[in-house]
């Protein structure tokens, strides 16, 4: 029975961070921005570095730099796009319309990559909220491309705390040596139960 045998097989989801992007809010918010000239080049690198991977589909979050790299990659490869508002950036609750802060960020974020994901934004997500999100968008991917590979475009800090937290062979998170930055991208095979990180930036499992 083919429709049995294709659901047994593993998916690959070829997870990579949305090119660089300028912004107009200076402030906390859910604003997309825009991808720069330089960010729209390392779109075109990453539909370069998969171009012999066979492709199947690229899906992203819905803000429009994550959409704009989604469809730069997707046109190079000639796949589709689909997004998904479980791929966003965290969702920081309170700091939202008060000016961006990297100490801000980090006092939360800081515990995630310690470990402690417990830890949450007034009025915002937990770790254990990131997590439980980026597990159902993901999963529903795979079970959508059992036996093929597919591209995800995704935020940083969503992405580093999420995709080693689900992953098997993970611990410690590779996200607190190498966090994923422009350009690098992580591969997670979703096999039924089994979540296995086979690539991280440059680290590489075995």
Not at 33 to 60: K, M
Request: include cysteine.
């Amino acid at each position: 029975m083919p429709g049995v045998s294709a659901l047994m097989c593993p998916a690959t989801l070829v997870v990579a961070r949305h090119g660089d992007a300028e912004y107009v809010d200076t402030v906390f918010s859910d604003e997309g921005g825009t991808l720069t000239r330089q960010g729209r080049a390392e779109s075109s690198a990453l539909a370069d570095g998969v171009a012999d991977r066979r492709v199947a589909h690229v899906w992203c979050s819905d803000l429009s730099r994550a959409v704009q790299t989604a469809e730069i990659v997707a046109g190079r490869l000639g796949v589709g796009v689909t997004t998904r508002k479980g791929l966003r950036e965290v969702r920081v609750g309170e700091l939202d319309g008060r000016p961006f802060s990297v100490p801000a960020l980090c006092a939360v974020t800081d515990h995630w990559f310690r470990g402690d994901y417990s830890a949450a934004f007034p009025g915002g997500e937990s770790g254990l909220d990131v997590v439980a999100r980026y597990a159902a968008t993901l999963q529903e991917i795979a079970d959508l491309h059992r036996g093929e590979t597919v591209v995800v475009i995704a935020h940083q800090t969503a992405a580093c705390i999420a995709l080693p937290s689900l992953a098997g062979n993970a611990t410690p998170s590779p996200a607190d040596r190498d966090r994923l930055d422009v350009g690098d991208v992580a591969e997670l095979v979703i096999d039924g139960d089994d979540w296995t990180l086979s690539g991280w930036g440059d680290l590489r499992s075995g």
